[in-house]
């Protein structure tokens, strides 16, 4: 009876729970990361306070609109490189998330294969 209840939750609430882990870290990671904020503000300007319209003659303007346009470039390649690692970083856990899942679903078979190579006398060559 022990079995079967620790078998049944295994693949039942057990499952759940770890499916719910790697969803929740994923989510986390991608909150960390704010990868829907850097996406909506991927042109905003980076880091400037005083990015509002500018009054004044013809060389001040242009003169704005050339810091606000570099500004603009510093601010879209910091926020494209985060974007990145954040991906990347979120690749590798939902990656290692579907490795935890597959051993998850395979570690209860590991005493069944030990007692088969004992029986079929396999000895480790170490």
């Known amino acids: 009876m022990f079995l079967v209840g620790m078998l049944s939750w295994w693949y039942g609430d057990g499952w759940r729970q770890r499916v719910h882990m790697i969803r929740s870290r994923l989510a986390v990671s991608s909150d960390y990361f704010?990868?829907?904020?850097?996406?909506?503000?991927?042109?905003?300007?980076?880091?400037?306070?005083?990015?509002?319209?500018?009054?004044?003659?013809?060389?001040?303007?242009?003169?704005?609109?050339?810091?606000?346009?570099?500004?603009?470039?510093v601010g879209a390649f910091i926020r494209t490189f985060v974007l990145l690692f954040g991906c990347i970083v979120i690749l590798f856990q939902a990656l290692f998330g579907g490795i935890v899942l597959l051993l998850w679903m395979i570690i209860p078979a590991f005493p069944v294969i030990g007692l088969l190579l004992y029986v079929l006398g396999w000895v480790p060559a170490w």
Do not use: E, H, K, N
């Open 34 to 73: 704010s990868l829907g904020l850097l996406i909506m503000t991927l042109f905003a300007p980076y880091r400037q306070i005083s990015a509002g319209g500018v009054s004044g003659s013809f060389a001040v303007q242009v003169r704005a609109f050339f810091d606000r346009s570099i500004s603009r470039l």
